[in-house]
């Protein structure tokens, strides 16, 4: 379940396949389910990633 | 109307009603509806999306324009739609970075550009070719001057 009203189903397993069905609304797009999950796993690794508050100073490091 | 969180990266912040941005389709995978975009340090060109629905989410952003001049967000046509932005609007772009222990291997998802108009914000699939899910956003100390991608995409 994602939101409120987009259902997403396993549909089948085969080997190292899943399909995946979506029942989503109209008004949400619905991108490859691939890139999706990509994304997911990326905001995910993003959020997981920086170990603390602090972000380097970067100064001077940065492209012109 | 302030507002205060205890957020499980940065302890308790008091957050400018006017950082608050509206996801109506959260962060892609992520869910929550209500970040606060914060920018704790003038010192670095990152900033962070804190979750207000759940204090231990926050990601760093950046505005991609300071790494690669070139990047160029193309949406379809739904996507464009439901910003409700034309070729005119004005909006801003900010990609998620991961961190990394040394400077040469964080990297940016120019793939899914943040989206941000007047308060309102969406996580979107960036349709121009050849944008990368993790750009590197530092050249390596010895190497060349830019990092691999410029054109980004």
């Known amino acids: 379940m994602l939101g409120d009203d987009t259902i997403i189903e396993v549909l089948e397993v085969r080997g190292q396949t899943v399909r995946i069905g979506i029942d989503a609304p109209r008004a949400v797009p619905v991108y490859r389910e691939e890139i999706w999950l990509e994304v997911k796993r990326e905001n995910q690794a993003a959020a997981e990633a920086a170990a603390s508050g602090e972000l380097p100073d970067v100064s001077g490091r940065l492209g012109s | ?153």
Not at chain 2, 8 to 31: C, K, M, N, T, Y
Not at chain 2, 53 to 79: C, G, K, M, R, W
């Open chain 2, 1 to 153: 109307m302030s507002l205060t969180i205890e957020s499980s990266r940065f302890g308790r912040v008091d957050i400018d009603p006017q950082a608050v941005l509206e996801f109506p389709e959260g962060l892609i995978g992520l869910g929550g509806s209500r970040y606060a975009l914060l920018a704790n340090d003038p010192d670095t060109p990152f900033l962070w999306l804190q979750s207000l629905d759940d204090p231990s989410l926050a990601l760093p952003v950046t505005n991609p324009h300071q790494f690669f001049a070139e990047y160029a967000v193309e949406v379809i046509d739904e996507d464009a739609e439901r910003l409700g932005f034309d070729q005119s609007s004005a909006m801003d772009v900010y990609v998620t970075v991961r961190a990394a222990p040394v400077l040469e291997d964080f990297t940016a998802n120019l793939k899914a550009p943040i989206l941000v108009r007047a308060g309102t914000a969406y996580q979107v699939i960036n349709q121009a070719p050849g944008c990368e899910l993790r750009a590197r956003l530092f050249a390596a100390p010895n190497g060349a001057s830019t990092p691999d991608a410029d054109p980004a995409c």
